[in-house]
Structures are given as C-alpha cells and as structure tokens.
C-alpha cells in the first residue's frame, strides 16, 4: 500500500528547513543579493544560505539571477509561487505575536 503523502508534510518538506521561512520573509520585501540576505538574517552562515537558496532555486520558490560583469552580481526574488507563500509568513508572524514564547518554561496563554 502506497501511502499518500499529506500537504502538511508535503509543503514542510520544501519550507520546513532551518532558516527558509526566514529566507522567504527578506525576499517579501524585494530583489536582494546573497550579503544582503546573510546580514538581514544574521547568523545563518554563507554555506547554509548557499544551500537553502538552491534548494528553494530548485523547488521554484526563488529565482536566481546572475549578471556576468565584474565583480559577479547574483540577485534573488520569490517567484510566483514564492509570493504565494506570503500569507503563510504572515500568519506565523500573527501567531509569533499572539504567543510569544513560555518564559521560564510554562506555557503563556493570550487569548
């Protein structure tokens, strides 16, 4: 029996890893170049920027532009599918300040 895969598990496969939904969030707000994105996020080292953009390069959630002139000037922007993920980055942005973190790890309730 072949199991169908849920389009939970499915969508966490392509935006679930470290440091993507932070990726996506800096390219809401337009083109940026690989410094740019890494100062913007701050902390995520240039092999696992490097990495997560050509994975999201390779599931069609960004667009890599190269401009051959010297020095190399490489540009990154959401495609279309990569815009449709706005709602999603807004509504964990929502619940981000709906339920902060348990300080002194108890549960906070704010409804």
């Known amino acids: 029996m072949v199991r169908e895969e849920c389009p939970v598990e499915r969508s966490l496969k392509i935006i679930g890893g470290k440091w993507t939904i932070l990726?996506?969030?800096?390219?809401?707000?337009?083109?940026?170049?690989?410094?740019?994105?890494?100062?913007?996020?701050g902390g995520v080292s240039p092999k696992m920027l490097?990495?997560?953009?050509?994975?999201?390069?390779?599931?069609?959630?960004?667009?890599?532009?190269?401009?051959?002139?010297?020095?190399?000037?490489?540009?990154?922007?959401?495609?279309?599918k990569g815009l449709a993920l706005q709602g999603v980055v807004e509504a964990i942005r929502h619940w981000g300040e709906n339920y902060p973190a348990a300080e002194n790890g108890k549960a906070t309730d704010h409804q």
């Not at 390219?27 to 170049?33: A, I, K, P, Y």
């Open 50 to 80: 490097a990495q997560r953009l050509r994975e999201l390069e390779r599931d069609g959630i960004v667009e890599r532009r190269l401009y051959p002139q010297v020095p190399l000037r490489v540009e990154y922007d959401l495609t279309e």
């Open 23 to 41: 990726i996506i969030r800096t390219l809401l707000d337009g083109t940026r170049r690989f410094g740019e994105m890494g100062s913007a996020l």
